[in-house]
């Protein structure tokens, strides 16, 4: 039984405690909120790409008749996008996640806690569905042409099935790279360009057979601009397995403490939020 002295000290220290939500939110908002707009960011550019390359009166689809060059000029697009916003101050300090199931993961690795990963996804969902809706007013509705439709996520001719495990696979593959680059010495400070390699080349191969999605948040926000929900599940679900099965492949290959941080660029003097051992990784 504590003595009657010790109760003031203790007493004293109850107003200085707040749930542990209050204490990240309060400690971390500003990677909260560089991580939302990273995301929204993302969608702006993606919607403007879209316009350009798939809008009936736009002079580059006018100029370039054949989809596959479409795409593949799409995919470049795209993953300059992704190297900027992961080599931005704001990328360098988030950590540039930008994607629920990617957060999530790495959440299961335990390299982030519990209310950061919770304020990631809230974060990551919230911008996706603010950037569509920025796009859609800075480009005064040609974001609602259906050729656009504001870029959103379906299943390709092929069909759910075909859609599910190509979404499953190509979260697999990035989830893998990330994981490998990004704990690999030499090779780290270079992940935000293999990602965007990665990205450049699934838009330009596989966004027939699923829209080429890889994020839940990416694809919500479309739909909630377009009001086109088909199939929605499939975003939730395949991108979250295969970037699972890719972490425990990788914990399998590497060993369980092979995950040295959850930033994708940590080459830098920004500061981490996340249970890091970056440090280390020389080690």
Not at 4 to 12: E, F, G, L, N
Not at 113 to 142: H, K, N, P, T
Not at 188 to 194: E, I
Request: hydrophobic share 50%.
């Amino acid at each position: 039984m504590a003595s009657i002295a010790s109760q003031p000290s203790r007493i004293a220290e109850l107003p200085r405690r707040s749930p542990a939500a209050i204490q990240a939110l309060t400690a971390h908002w500003p990677e909260y909120l560089m991580e939302a707009a990273a995301l929204g960011f993302f969608m702006i550019s993606a919607c403007t790409f879209g316009v350009l390359l798939e809008h009936p009166s736009s002079p580059l689809r006018q100029a370039i008749p054949e989809s596959l060059v479409r795409h593949a000029l799409g995919g470049l697009a795209m993953g300059l996008t992704l190297i900027a916003i992961v080599h931005s101050p704001w990328g360098k300090r988030s950590g540039a996640h930008m994607n629920p199931a990617l957060t999530l993961t790495f959440y299961l690795l335990g390299k982030i806690e519990r209310w950061d990963a919770i304020f990631y996804g809230l974060s990551q969902f919230a911008e996706g569905v603010l950037g569509v809706g920025i796009a859609a007013l800075l480009l005064r509705g040609a974001a609602a042409d259906p050729n656009v439709n504001y870029v959103v996520t379906v299943p390709g001719p092929q069909g759910i099935r075909v859609a599910f495990l190509a979404e499953a696979a190509i979260s697999f593959g990035m989830m893998l790279l990330v994981l490998t680059v990004s704990n690999h010495k030499k090779l780290a400070r270079f992940t935000g360009l293999f990602a965007g390699s990665l990205v450049a080349l699934y838009i330009t191969l596989e966004a027939p057979l699923s829209g080429m999605s890889m994020n839940p948040a990416r694809t919500f926000g479309s739909a909630f601009s377009a009001g086109d929900w088909r199939s929605l599940w499939i975003y939730f679900t395949a991108p979250t397995v295969g970037m699972l099965l890719a972490a425990a492949h990788y914990r399998a290959w590497r060993g369980p403490h092979a995950v040295f941080c959850a930033k994708l660029h940590h080459h830098n003097g920004q500061r981490c939020i996340f249970r890091c051992n970056y440090p280390q990784m020389g080690a």
